[in-house]
């Protein structure tokens, strides 16, 4: 059973427009939601996390939207590089937990 | 400060073999972490230890799968008579003492596992 569901699988974008990647989630113990950026033939690295006492997180271009009545979350990536190509996964950890659910994950590529 | 080092980057394992992975943590990380990440599939969980101790296993397969992290070097994912599903990339993330509100887990470069 799938905890994070998200999409699209996968997603073009142009070089500088905005690439945008849905998650949501059901349990309502989930309070940290992380997103991971994976370069292939590496491991995860964090990006940028949101905690649901928020409604929006931005750090330089990359921002997380959060609704929490609707166990929603987003990333938004503004000015998309090419640079940026590469698969990213949200995640969410349970109060008092360690463990990470992950999504599917995005494989995003931005054409120049 | 090294990240989180994992080796061998690269398996191959014959049907029935052995594999072992190891991973160290980032220095002063004493919580370490075990995933599994199949071909086009998000990371799932295997096992979360600290030294000397096992504090969920709840994603481990029943069978042939174990961990352990002792007091003295790496922590060890030990997968027994290996199937070819078991092919998978390993990652192991670690993280401080005090992994609660804002301490985040940081992964290694992962084990690619080939069972042929």
């Known amino acids: 059973q799938q905890q994070v569901k998200q999409s699209p699988q996968s997603l073009i974008v142009q070089k500088g427009g905005i690439s945008i990647i849905n998650c949501a989630y059901e349990n309502t113990a989930f309070d940290y939601f992380p997103w991971y950026q994976q370069f292939p033939g590496k491991g995860p690295a964090l990006l940028i996390a949101?905690?649901?006492?928020?409604s929006e997180k931005k750090e330089g271009r990359f921002t997380i939207s959060f609704n929490k009545s609707a166990k929603q979350f987003s990333l938004h990536i503004m000015d998309s590089q090419p640079g940026d190509s590469a698969t990213y996964f949200c995640a969410a950890r349970k109060t008092g937990a360690n463990n990470l659910f992950f999504g599917t994950g995005t494989r995003l590529t931005v054409i120049p | 400060n090294a990240g989180v080092m994992q080796n061998p980057r690269h398996l191959v394992r014959r049907r029935g073999q052995e594999a072992r992975l190891r991973c160290s943590p980032m220095k002063g990380h004493s919580h370490v972490y075990w995933y599994r990440q199949l071909p086009e599939e998000g990371l799932k969980f295997m096992v979360y230890?600290?030294?000397?101790?096992?504090?969920?296993e709840s994603g481990m397969p029943k069978e042939r799968f174990s961990a352990e992290f002792p007091k003295e070097g790496p922590s060890i994912l030990r997968i027994q008579q290996v199937v070819r599903g078991d092919s998978a990339a390993y990652f192991c993330?670690?993280?401080?003492?005090?992994?609660?509100?804002?301490?985040?887990?940081?992964f290694g470069q992962g084990t690619r596992l080939t069972v042929v």
């Open positions: 230890l600290q030294k000397e101790n096992i504090i969920d």
């Open positions: 949101i905690r649901p006492d928020v």
């Open positions: 993330a670690s993280s401080p003492p005090s992994p609660a509100m804002n301490t985040e887990a940081f």
